[in-house]
Each structure stands twice: as structure tokens, then as C-alpha cells.
């Protein structure tokens, strides 16, 4: 085989190894859309029930000229839809700031149930720059109004406590509901796709350093339990 021979040879290699790289490149591209696609459909994955029901009461007090109540209910609505909306669900933010964000859909929820939703948050100030992923907590939450809440004529308590333990930040959201099956880790009368949302957010965002459990709450009820390592914002 003569030098010209050997040299085709060598480009046509590097050719094709420039063509399974560039190939390579556009797979990994098209897999990176399809995910932010994903991802941006769950940013606009707010439960249609919520903002119906939400509209419905605004308009129920307006007709009994609950006007200062009614408006109220729209401000929070406009800063709640404007936060779960302008949020990457790929960024985090801080505690306090989704602490914030889940206080405004239950503060509209509160206005339908009235005495029938109770809330509690134990949290300390401490962990109020912690990092977590936006909008984690409040299908959690939909779920335990869903359930545990609108299901009971007295209604019920959603419990949210937030604790560190060495490197990890814990977040818990507990109801006194009437409970529900688990079958693998999951709730079986969950229908949706809330808690498989959260856990693929949190897989992309900490690989395997994270842990989402679903037990049953005592003496009744749910609790979720999320841990994810414990950061600051780098200002902080």
C-alpha cells in the first residue's frame, strides 16, 4: 500500500469518527430539548381544578359584595401564578421564597375551606436561605387538600416542618387525613403524576443524593418526607 493510499485511509477514519462524534452531539442536543420540553410542561402543570375553583370563589364573593376579601384572594392568585410560572423548574431557589409561594396557595385554599383547612409550618429561621427546588412542595400539598382535606366534613390539618440533619436539609408535609394506600413507595389513590414529577426534578437535580418517602402519618393521615443536601446561596 503506497503513502497516498495509507493517508485516504487515515482521513477517511477521522472522517468517520467526526461523523459518530457530530452524530453523538445531536443525539445528546435532541435528548437536552425533549428535556427542557418536559420540564416546561410541568411549569405550566397547575391543577385546571384549582384555578377554576379559585375563580369560582372570587365570583361567589363578589355577588355577596365580599369585595375587600375577593380582592385579596386576586392578588394572591396573580403573585402565586407569576412565581409558578416565572420559575425554572430546573434552578433553585431559596426556602424562604417557596415557603412563600406554598403560604399564598393555601392562604386561597383557606378562603374556600375556611375553618375546615388548618396549616402549621415549623420552621427555623436558620434554613430560610437553604436551597430547593421551586414549586416541590405545593403538588405535595394539592394532594393532602385533594384528599385529606375537601374529603372530611371537619376538614383536617396540613402540617409543613422543615429540620437539618448534618449535611441534609428535610422537608415534611403531613396531613391528619383518612390516609391512604402505599404500594411501593407511592400513593395508590394518587392518579396524577405529582409525585413522580417530584422525584424525576430531584433526580435531575442531585443525581441519587436525595430520598423522597411516602408513610403513613400518625395516628393518621400521610406524610411526604424529602431530603436533599443542605445548601446557601452563594451570597449568603
Known amino acids: 500500500m503506497g503513502m497516498d493510499d495509507k493517508a485516504y485511509d487515515i482521513n477517511e477514519e477521522l472522517d468517520n469518527l467526526e461523523r459518530e462524534r457530530i452524530e453523538k452531539q445531536n443525539v445528546l442536543e435532541a435528548n437536552s430539548v425533549a428535556h427542557q ?12 381544578h384549582f384555578l377554576f375553583n379559585t375563580l369560582n370563589a ?4 363578589i355577588l355577596v359584595q365580599e369585595n375587600k376579601i375577593a380582592n385579596g384572594m386576586v392578588t394572591k392568585l396573580s403573585e402565586f401564578l407569576r412565581y409558578s410560572l416565572d420559575k425554572d423548574p430546573m434552578k433553585k431557589v431559596t426556602l424562604n421564597s417557596e415557603l ?34 421551586s414549586m416541590i412542595l405545593q403538588p405535595i400539598a394539592e394532594n393532602s387538600i385533594k384528599y385529606a382535606i375537601a374529603s372530611q366534613e371537619d376538614g383536617g390539618t396540613i402540617k409543613v416542618t422543615v429540620t437539618r440533619f448534618a449535611n441534609d ?16 413507595g407511592n400513593l395508590y389513590r394518587e392518579n396524577g403524576v405529582g409525585l413522580a414529577n417530584s422525584r424525576e426534578r430531584l433526580q435531575a437535580l442531585y443525581n441519587n443524593n436525595f430520598s423522597l418517602v411516602v408513610a403513613n ?10 431530603r436533599m443536601p443542605y445548601e446557601l446561596e452563594e451570597n449568603t
Not at 420540553?37 to 391543577?47: E, G, H
Not at 396557595?105 to 429561621?125: G, H, S, T
Request: glycine letters at 4%; charged letters at 30%; hydrophobic letters at 45%.
Open 217 to 226: 402519618n400518625k395516628p393518621k393521615g400521610v406524610k411526604v418526607s424529602i
Open 169 to 184: 436539609l428535610l422537608l415534611e408535609l403531613a396531613d391528619n387525613g383518612p390516609g391512604a394506600e402505599i404500594k411501593k
Open 100 to 133: 412563600h409561594a406554598l403560604k399564598l396557595y393555601l392562604d386561597i385554599e383557606k378562603v374556600r375551606f375556611e375553618d375546615r383547612l388548618r396549616v402549621e409550618f415549623v420552621v427555623a429561621d436558620d434554613y430560610k436561605n437553604a436551597l430547593v427546588p
Open 37 to 48: 420540553a418536559q420540564l416546561k410542561m410541568l411549569r405550566y402543570q397547575l391543577n385546571p
Open 58 to 61: 372570587i365570583s361567589t364573593l
